[in-house]
């Protein structure tokens, strides 16, 4: 009883640290005042605020009736009922009574807060029983295993205390705050303090870090974020991708994703590290999701270009980089799996300076490779790092080995020279001579990495738990906060001139509008679910704001941030902060503000064209109705993922990025919506142009009584150079009174119309520049309906008159095996009309990089694996359209032609 008379004597030490006046001090005396049975015994030191209250006290009321009587409602006691029966726990564990029949067992769910009050333990042994098994730290809503019974008032007390909101209990991470005391000697409790005018406070812009986590595929990406998870605290256990052990990794939430062991879709979550927040998302690593990656980067501030020690850079890899280079995104290189077979760091780094043309340069280099890693050597401190523990949690400091002291000089002034070409402090210390100390070389790389003129390269092993940690000091060291990113928003001013760009504020204040982008759309358990970034200004819970695109209003009547799939309520969202949304009716892209009239739009995000379509239909007509959901829903989630009506044919033609894009979304389906459905062949999305400049001049005249119709137009239709032949432009180069005005968007529709089908094989046209020059118009007779007729007879002229012909998307494809089947490689991707563009050979492995047509790559995975013992992956990405072979290109026209007379057969029948 003495000893948790003193540690008692603790807890009630608290309300003196936080002060007489504090929430958390009145609320701890009148919690103990609630209780019938001591009231009157406690009546004396309770009013009289000067005085502390005594651990005898506060046992006295946790041993009453009233106690139970009064929290037998909450929350707590609810959870204390499912873990008596057995049915909640997580694991096994040790277990100690509480009061009555109520059981404590172990369940964290941890939590970031941004304020501590740090208490120093001086027994020890009480501190074991509070602190995490895995990573030494108290995380917030425990429910404590003791082992002993006699600190179970302690427990209680504390327990209450969080559940009203007052004290939470949260760890520092493994990078916590190092201080005199070891951190496995230290206890955290965030104290939730009020603001004068009842708002939170928030973390300030300098401890944010918006971070994507981007690469090829299984280069470990989601094994990385599996990792800064644990290490920051928000898990207590790690789990593998591929769900062996019937979990999973935490990002990975969808059983497609498990069984698959690949990422579909994009998660975000949140850590802290060293004070630190960090928003992460983890992104898919296959082509097929690629828009995933795409509106992830348009709103981070920075990313993690993870790579893998033997495969080094692929395709996907030289695929994320454009997409960072695109929104400017600075980013710092992880070379993982250095624990694998034949893993080579020094060729990685070789590949990102001549295939990506990045400057890049070591700041940590490993301690052996393959079975033999066991660390790193940090090359700004001259120091070796190593990972200790069950689970690397422990990072213990060391001389560097002898035989690693040499290569570790190389590669430190290799870094200094690195930096000296692209910042001018560091390039004049380097000229006079001068060698720069670590802060020096730390600001320079900062400065650097934020300029996009460097890139921070680091080593490591997440599965084998080596360099995380120091990834992790990279991110908050070297990556921008929101506050060093310049982002900009379009201001409309006059409909029919060019927007102009508006720099957007990142002070964390409600002082400036609030601007926010809708990126990411996901259908949760309460309707819509829309992730959005805050570029300026504050978001509050039940705040009303306004879709720039469409005007409407809407209420913002559930403000969460994301784990994952799980969610925490949040208040409001400052700048620079991620939030998801629950009931705003929007799609991907939209900009939300709270002044209806300002005419904001932050910049789109870029979606790509559609390569492959396939026809699918329901297996039963009874899941029609779930059909039509799926298909709706899809579509709004994903902007690469369309869908039509053909209908000459009857059936649902999808449109997507790849087979596996469209083989998911038929499993999900069948998954989520019952609605098993059949994929047909699958068909390219082939597409025809105008080989060069061709003349119009078509009239459209029509009279019968009355007001008839009368449009003329005259003009050329010419080709686009090939970097613009995914798109059309319609320009309007008309001057004079000849054609109004008011009649041009008539021809434009009417243009656009006719691009739905070409005359070859009925394909839509692309690459097209159509020049309206001159016309005439008829004072009573013109209308919209006939300049807009006027424009497809225009159309269907050139049909005549020029030369067309049909294109087809090119794919990049990168193939890999043993060197011993280089031959049957070659000639498999020969065999079908491939190009060779670089062939590549290194620890019995060869790498082909070609251009092969998408309408021949049907068929090839199952011809590789067979070829290659099931050895040989490959993958395969979207390059360009091309003209097609004559041979494929008289097969289209005839196939055209065999539709359309089968159709014309049809009609006559039903006639």
Not at 69 to 77: C, G, M, Q, R, S
Request: one cysteine or more; a neutral charge; proline letters at 4%.
């Amino acid at each position: 009883m003495q000893t948790v008379m003193n540690q008692m004597r603790i807890f009630s030490n608290i309300a003196l640290k936080c002060g007489p006046n504090h929430t958390f001090t009145h609320h701890f005396r009148r919690t103990l005042c609630s209780s019938q049975d001591t009231k009157q015994d406690m009546r004396d030191p309770l009013r009289d605020r000067s005085r502390v209250i005594t651990p005898e006290q506060s046992i006295q009321y946790l041993k009453s009736t009233a106690f139970k009587e009064t929290y037998a409602h909450h929350k707590v006691w609810q959870l204390f009922r499912r873990n008596f029966k057995g049915q909640y726990s997580p694991y096994k564990s040790r277990s100690t009574c509480i009061i009555d029949d109520y059981v404590y067992t172990s369940n964290p769910c941890p939590i970031c807060r941004d304020q501590y009050l740090v208490l120093h333990y001086t027994n020890m042994d009480l501190l074991n029983h509070f602190i995490n098994p895995h990573s030494g730290y108290v995380y917030e809503n425990t429910i404590l295993c003791l082992c002993a019974k006699q600190y179970e008032q302690l427990l209680v007390a504390i327990t209450l205390a969080k559940d009203c909101g007052l004290l939470t209990f949260e760890h520092g991470g493994v990078g916590g705050d190092p201080g005199p005391v070891s951190a496995r000697h230290r206890l955290f409790a965030s104290v939730a303090e009020s603001s004068a005018n009842g708002q939170q406070w928030h973390r300030p812009a300098e401890l944010i870090r918006n971070i994507g986590i981007s690469a090829h595929i299984d280069s470990g990406k989601t094994t990385l974020t599996e990792r800064v998870l644990y290490y920051c605290g928000r898990i207590q256990e790690m789990h593998e991708v591929k769900g062996k052990d019937q979990i999973g990794a935490t990002m990975d939430s969808m059983e497609l994703e498990r069984q698959r062991g690949i990422t579909i879709k994009s998660a975000a979550t949140y850590v802290n590290w060293k004070g630190t927040a960090i928003n992460i998302i983890d992104t898919p690593g296959h082509v097929d999701f690629t828009v995933e990656v795409e509106r992830a980067l348009r709103v981070l501030d920075g990313a993690v270009l993870v790579l893998c020690g033997v495969g080094g850079v692929q395709s996907q890899t030289m695929t994320v980089t454009r997409q960072m280079r695109r929104y400017d995104v600075p980013c710092i290189a992880f070379i993982n799996k250095l624990d694998r077979m034949a893993a080579n760091p020094y060729r990685v780094i070789d590949q990102l300076r001549h295939k990506l043309g990045f400057n890049a340069a070591f700041l940590n280099i490993p301690i052996g490779l393959e079975s033999k890693h066991t660390g790193i050597v940090d090359l700004i401190h001259r120091k070796a790092v190593f990972f200790e523990g069950n689970n690397g949690e422990i990072v213990r400091e060391g001389d560097v080995p002898e035989d690693m002291v040499s290569i570790m000089e190389t590669k430190r002034q290799e870094l200094v020279e690195c930096l000296s070409n692209c910042d001018d402090i560091l390039g004049e210390m380097f000229l006079d001579e001068k060698q720069p100390n670590n802060q020096q070389i730390m600001d320079a790389i900062r400065r650097s990495c934020i300029a996009l003129k460097f890139i921070p390269v680091l080593t490591g092993s997440a599965l084998k738990n080596k360099g995380v940690q120091h990834l992790l000091d990279a991110v908050i060291s070297y990556l921008p906060n929101p506050s060093e990113v310049k982002n900009y928003s379009l201001v409309h001013e006059e409909e029919g001139s060019a927007p102009k760009r508006l720099l957007m504020n990142a002070e964390r204040s409600d002082s400036n509008m609030f601007v926010g982008l809708a990126f990411k759309l996901e259908a949760g358990r309460f309707g819509q679910l829309t992730y959005m970034r805050v570029y300026q200004g504050l978001l509050r819970k039940g705040s009303y704001i306004y879709n720039s695109r469409t005007g409407k209003k809407v209420k913002v009547s559930r403000l969460v941030r994301m784990h994952s799939n799980q969610m925490e309520e949040i208040d409001e969202a400052l700048a620079g902060d991620i939030c998801a949304l629950y009931g705003v009716d929007c799609a991907s892209g939209d900009t939300f503000v709270t002044q209806r009239e300002s005419n904001i739009s932050m910049e789109s995000i870029y979606i790509p064209e559609a390569v492959i379509s396939m026809s699918m239909k329901t297996v039963s007509k009874d899941s029609m109705e779930n059909f039509l959901k799926a298909i709706t829903r899809f579509c709004k989630e994903d902007p690469t993922f369309r869908s039509h009506w053909d209908d000459e044919s009857k059936e649902t033609i999808v449109s997507g990025m790849g087979e596996l894009h469209l083989e998911i979304y038929a499993q999900r389906m069948e998954r989520e919506y019952n609605c098993p459905v059949i994929l047909g062949k699958p068909k390219v999305a082939f597409r025809e142009t105008i080989v060069r400049s061709c003349p119009f001049d078509y009239l459209h005249k029509k009279q019968s009584g009355g007001a008839g119709q009368y449009g003329c137009v005259q003009g050329v239709v010419e080709p686009l150079p090939p970097h613009q032949n995914t798109q059309n432009i319609f320009s309007d180069e008309t001057s004079g009174p000849n054609i109004p005005k008011h009649f041009v968007p008539s021809i434009r529709k009417g243009f656009q119309q006719m691009c739905e089908k070409g005359p070859l094989s009925g394909h839509k046209l692309i690459g097209l520049k159509f020049r309206l020059r001159d016309g005439k118009h008829h004072c009573v007779d013109s209308n919209d309906m006939a300049f807009m007729l006027a424009a497809q007879g225009a159309m269907r002229q050139t049909y005549d008159m020029g030369k067309w012909q049909i294109l087809e998307p090119i794919m990049n494809v990168e193939v890999s095996c043993p060197s011993e089947f280089q031959g049957e490689l070659i000639g498999q991707v020969s065999r079908r009309s491939g190009v060779l563009l670089s062939t590549d050979e290194s620890n019995n492995w060869f790498t082909i990089n070609a251009e092969v047509p998408l309408n021949d790559m049907f068929g090839f995975a199952g011809e590789l694996r067979s070829s290659t013992q099931g050895k040989g992956d490959y993958t395969m990405e979207y390059c360009r359209y091309s003209p097609t072979r004559p041979d494929v290109t008289q097969q289209l026209i005839e196939q055209y032609n065999q539709e359309l007379e089968t159709n014309r057969q049809m009609k006559k029948k039903n006639k």
